[in-house]
């Protein structure tokens, strides 16, 4: 052990407190579960100091809190992402409907002592009053509750996604089906949907001409990676306005969701599916409130997000709303939704929404904003604090503060008490 406290030292001397953190955390964890009280009071002083050090130097990187993988539509594998695209930084992984990187993501940290706090997240979507949402679902740890309710909906938007291919080739009448036409009313402040009907139909030709093609769109629309096939099948044509694509994604979305609920149950609800995630801990962001400029009009009118937003954020449905986002926010729409996080004391939340790396400069900038990751964490962490502070015997209250670090690897008063607890034991 002498030998690990030495090279941990060197370590955090060398200016590399994520190694130190590696190394020491091995060694606290074996003396704490077989209660070496000697060891534990060498160790956890260092080990505080590289939790903290490798904090700071972390929230001096980049800060991003959307980002996506090849595990669902991002262009960038986890490694490429964390250890090419990003090196340093706070950084939350939420691709859509799925978690598959999350693991991968927290062991190439610490494999490569990489100095990135990585979010465990899920972009979730879902319905309300017929619309598509999306929002992130960010997890205290990777929990068998909140990896059960993960793989649930995932399921159930494989199925929705089958149900709605077999539709679109088999009927001929589904755009006049009411749910359509429903569809196509709700989007009309856009402009009208017929651009879009017109792109299915070329799906509906290719699709049923070749069962390859069938199986491409269907792959492709259960991990969102349709933004290629928009281009490779010629969907999007010169002079196209900026949302049509987006408009064609999204009313599929709406209708999918929506029209088999008889099926797959009410696993598509906002409010329902927000509710399981937080039943598991998790801290909830409302997603994409931007649609909406007077050159960039999407399918919703913004007051009427604008009033489902305050009556979530009134009944605890959401805690945060992405502000900052730019490929879908002109420069003026943040301002908007920042007055409405005041309003509402909703964290705003910032990210480029990453899938290639290029987002910024096709969008613009989005700032690092430093004070948003110390308040998703404060939520994660809270009931575990609560916990530890209820807690009386000194092992016991070791064992509560050291599951607050599983969350917040470096929350301060928890690094504090375990010090402070370890100092105390008898030997």
């Given at each position: 052990m002498t030998t690990k406290i030495e090279?941990?030292?060197?370590?955090?001397?060398?200016?590399?407190?994520?190694?130190a953190d590696r190394l020491l955390t091995r060694q606290e964890r074996a003396a704490f579960e077989s209660r070496d009280g000697k060891a534990l009071k060498v160790i956890w002083p260092v080990l505080a100091r590289a939790r903290a050090e490798r904090r700071e130097r972390?929230?001096?990187?980049?800060?991003?809190?959307?980002?996506?993988?090849?595990?669902?539509?991002?262009?960038?594998?986890?490694?490429?992402?964390?250890?090419?695209?990003?090196?340093?930084?706070?950084?939350?992984?939420?691709?859509?409907?799925?978690?598959?990187?999350?693991?991968?993501?927290?062991?190439?940290?610490?494999?490569?002592?990489?100095?990135?706090d990585v979010f465990l997240g899920v972009e979730v979507i879902s319905t309300h009053q017929r619309r598509a949402f999306e929002f992130h679902a960010i997890a205290p740890t990777?929990?068998?509750?909140?990896?059960?309710?993960?793989?649930?909906?995932?399921?159930?938007?494989?199925?929705?996604?089958?149900?709605?291919?077999?539709?679109?080739?088999?009927?001929?009448?589904?755009?006049?089906?009411?749910?359509?036409?429903?569809?196509?009313?709700?989007?009309?402040?856009?402009?009208?949907?017929?651009?879009?009907?017109?792109?299915?139909?070329?799906?509906?030709?290719?699709?049923?001409?070749?069962?390859?093609?069938?199986?491409?769109?269907?792959?492709?629309?259960?991990?969102?990676?349709?933004?290629?096939?928009?281009?490779?099948?010629?969907?999007?044509?010169?002079?196209?306005?900026?949302?049509?694509?987006?408009?064609?994604?999204?009313?599929?979305?709406?209708?999918?969701?929506?029209?088999?609920?008889?099926?797959?149950?009410?696993w598509f609800d906002y409010e329902m599916l927000a509710g399981h995630f937080r039943q598991v801990g998790c801290f909830i962001s409302h997603n994409h409130p931007n649609y909406w400029d007077d050159d960039f009009v999407g399918e919703l009118p913004y007051d009427l997000q604008t009033e489902w937003i305050r009556d979530w954020a009134r009944r605890g449905v959401i805690d945060a709303l992405e502000v900052w986002s730019p490929p879908f926010a002109s420069k003026r729409v943040p301002h908007y939704w920042h007055r409405i996080c005041q309003e509402l004391q909703l964290i705003p939340m910032a990210g480029t929404d990453c899938h290639s790396g290029r987002e910024q400069e096709f969008g613009g900038p989005v700032e690092n904003h430093p004070e948003i990751p110390p308040m998703i964490y404060?939520?994660?962490?809270?009931?575990?604090?609560?916990?530890?502070?209820?807690?009386?015997?000194?092992?016991?209250?070791?064992?509560?503060?050291?599951?607050?670090?599983?969350?917040?690897?470096?929350?301060?008063?928890?690094?504090?008490?375990?010090?402070?607890?370890?100092?105390?034991l008898e030997l």
């Open positions: 090279q941990a030292t060197r370590a955090l001397h060398q200016g590399s407190p994520a190694s972390a929230a001096t990187g980049r800060i991003d809190l959307h980002t996506h993988t090849t595990a669902s539509d991002g262009e960038m594998n986890v490694e490429e992402l964390l250890c090419d695209h990003f090196v340093r930084g706070q950084i939350l992984i939420d691709d859509h409907n799925i978690i598959d990187s999350l693991s991968a993501a927290r062991r190439l940290v610490c494999d490569r002592d990489l100095e990135l990777l929990s068998e509750d909140f990896v059960a309710v993960c793989l649930q909906h995932r399921k159930k938007w494989d199925r929705a996604c089958e149900l709605f291919l077999n539709e679109l080739a088999k009927r001929n009448d589904l755009f006049q089906d009411p749910a359509w036409l429903q569809i196509i009313d709700d989007f009309s402040i856009g402009g009208p949907l017929t651009p879009v009907l017109d792109r299915y139909q070329q799906v509906r030709e290719k699709i049923t001409r070749d069962s390859s093609a069938f199986d491409t769109f269907l792959t492709n629309n259960q991990t969102f990676d349709m933004g290629n096939l928009w281009q490779a099948w010629g969907l999007g044509r010169e002079g196209d306005p900026p949302m049509l694509s987006h408009r064609f994604f999204a009313s599929m979305r709406c209708y999918a969701m929506n029209a088999y609920r008889e099926e797959l149950g009410n404060a939520r994660l962490a809270a009931p575990a604090i609560a916990n530890a502070m209820g807690e009386v015997e000194i092992w016991s209250a070791l064992g509560a503060w050291r599951n607050v670090l599983e969350i917040d690897y470096a929350n301060a008063h928890a690094l504090s008490e375990c010090c402070r607890l370890v100092g105390s």
